[in-house]
């Protein structure tokens, strides 16, 4: 990505709810950035939100669609907490420790110059106690476009982007995106040579919780029967594979983030492959 | 400032605790920006801090220097707390605001890309009861330095940056940084013609709070005397204004932020005109 002489592009997604050990992540993407590998990290923060909320009194409240796909329910004041938690507290404290290991890190959202645009969620079927309703009120929204130019502008000038997933919606207002697909519309406009989902579990399991269940390689085609297998979360990780790969990724890699060097653990072979 | 043939530019501070419109000076930062003009904002965030923090049962406590300056008491807690109310929310909610009036408003703080360095205040002397006593454990810090190449970058690209008082200190640590100083150097910077402090008040007042005591014009020689007369807070934009107009600055303005077209105001005539 980035560069035309440098394909070795990386972007790394951390969770927020899945254990991942964020300090372990930023030590080895210190070390890859130093070896002179640009990278991008995009992180969520939906463990943060909920610990936030919960504090001030606006618990959570989650949405599960008709196929099954759970999301942040993103009213107004659940927003701000997303902002808070998110944007203001993770994504500090995830460049601040970047700083302090020597890189010089720089945290942005997708609303920032606009370079992340998406289109807010309307009308969301939300399936409660197995009855369907409508949700109108939420900030959340699906990916329209991303503009890379900051991204490269500011690994041209020798930052590491620390990406919170916010985006800008079409009337200006700021919209909660997935943050795995994030990464995959992110790793795509870059034209990265690989994207790492890091969360909780080595990989792909074959069958959840088994961890000696770990499926290590996929193809492509292999996705849609994949998007199946899954559990929970680990269906937007297998959509976002699909996104990055489809945008000339060269490869996923859906791997452990709660081990020492997970980046470069993953980059040596362990995880799921999807290429 | 920016750009070589343009001497217009223009720097805005708003404050957090002083009464500012925010709404009101984005609407009219927006026609500004629209009418061509180049324009950086800076924010505090102060009572958002000290609301976050008091629903989170960490009420803020504040420092009173001997030569009777008062700022935020930030030890590691409260850093978190000021990163999510000033960082994440306040900053955020600007770029928010100003993005759904048509500009494209980028956020970011001193920390991104270490582009403001400051010197953590490793030994502050506080008087508490008529009693000196020294805080060692504070994650606020005096700015040593200001790269401006990251805002020219953003002008260039059209965004109006919006900048977030915390700055990166020698070991990477985040540092809570005092707006109005920030504003003031970031000023010097990017060479402005103008800087305009808004405030819960016309302008430096002779005697405080009498309003009509508005000192409508000060010389640079005069600020030494407008120290002794400014109470609290204003203390701190009168050294902003030394800082600013020693750093190159054509004039700063002490101005009023609760009216409409409070920008547009202050470069009409109205507060305190420093030069």
Same mark, same amino acid.
């Given at each position: 990505?980035?560069?035309?002489?440098?394909?070795?592009?990386?972007?790394?997604?951390?969770?927020?709810?899945?254990?991942?050990?964020?300090?372990?992540? *930023?030590?080895?993407?210190?070390?890859?950035?130093?070896?002179?590998?640009?990278?991008?990290?995009?992180?969520?923060?939906?463990?943060?939100?909920?610990?936030? /909320?919960?504090?001030?009194?606006?618990?959570?409240?989650?949405?599960?669609?008709?196929?099954?796909?759970?999301?942040?329910?993103?009213?107004?004041?659940?927003?701000?907490?997303?902002?808070?938690?998110?944007?203001?507290?993770?994504?500090?404290?995830?460049?601040?420790?970047?700083?302090?290991?020597?890189?010089? &890190?720089?945290?942005?959202?997708?609303?920032? /110059?606009?370079?992340?645009? $998406?289109?807010?969620?309307?009308?969301?079927?939300?399936?409660?106690?197995?009855?369907?309703? @409508?949700?109108?009120?939420?900030?959340?929204?699906?990916?329209?476009?991303?503009?890379?130019?900051?991204?490269?502008?500011?690994?041209?000038?020798? *930052?590491?982007?620390?990406?919170?997933?916010?985006?800008?919606?079409?009337?200006?207002? $700021?919209?909660?995106?997935?943050?795995?697909?994030? %990464?995959?519309?992110?790793?795509?406009?870059?034209?990265?040579?690989? @994207?790492?989902?890091?969360? /909780?579990?080595?990989?792909?399991?074959?069958?959840?919780?088994?961890?000696?269940?770990?499926?290590?390689?996929?193809?492509?085609?292999?996705?849609?029967? &994949?998007?199946?297998?899954?559990?929970?979360?680990?269906?937007?990780?297998?959509?976002? %594979?699909?996104?990055? @790969?489809?945008?000339?990724?060269?490869?996923?890699?859906?791997?452990?983030?709660?081990?020492?060097?997970?980046?470069?653990? %993953?980059?040596?072979? $362990?995880?799921?492959?999807?290429?």
């Amino acid at each position: 990505m980035m560069t035309t002489d440098r394909k070795q592009g990386l972007v790394v997604k951390i969770g927020g709810t899945e254990g991942v050990d964020f300090q372990a992540v *930023c030590e080895d993407a210190a070390a890859i950035v130093r070896s002179g590998q640009q990278l991008v990290l995009v992180h969520g923060g939906s463990a943060e939100a909920t610990a936030l /909320g919960t504090a001030l009194g606006t618990p959570p409240r989650f949405i599960t669609s008709p196929s099954g796909y759970t999301s942040r329910y993103t009213d107004r004041v659940t927003l701000e907490v997303f902002m808070m938690a998110v944007n203001g507290k993770i994504n500090t404290l995830l460049t601040e420790t970047l700083n302090g290991l020597g890189v010089k &890190a720089f945290g942005l959202s997708g609303q920032d /110059g606009s370079w992340m645009v $998406a289109t807010r969620k309307t009308a969301i079927q939300s399936v409660e106690n197995g009855k369907r309703k @409508l949700i109108r009120d939420d900030f959340s929204g699906k990916i329209d476009s991303v503009n890379p130019s900051i991204l490269f502008a500011l690994l041209e000038m020798g *930052c590491v982007p620390v990406v919170a997933p916010l985006a800008r919606g079409a009337e200006g207002e $700021a919209l909660n995106i997935d943050a795995d697909r994030a %990464a995959a519309e992110v790793a795509a406009a870059v034209k990265a040579e690989t @994207l790492i989902l890091l969360t /909780g579990v080595p990989g792909l399991l074959a069958h959840f919780p088994d961890e000696a269940s770990l499926i290590q390689t996929l193809k492509p085609t292999e996705l849609p029967q &994949a998007v199946e297998i899954a559990q929970g979360r680990m269906k937007k990780k297998i959509l976002g %594979a699909q996104e990055a @790969l489809d945008g000339g990724v060269g490869r996923v890699i859906i791997a452990d983030g709660r081990i020492a060097n997970p980046i470069s653990n %993953a980059l040596s072979g $362990a995880g799921t492959w999807i290429a």
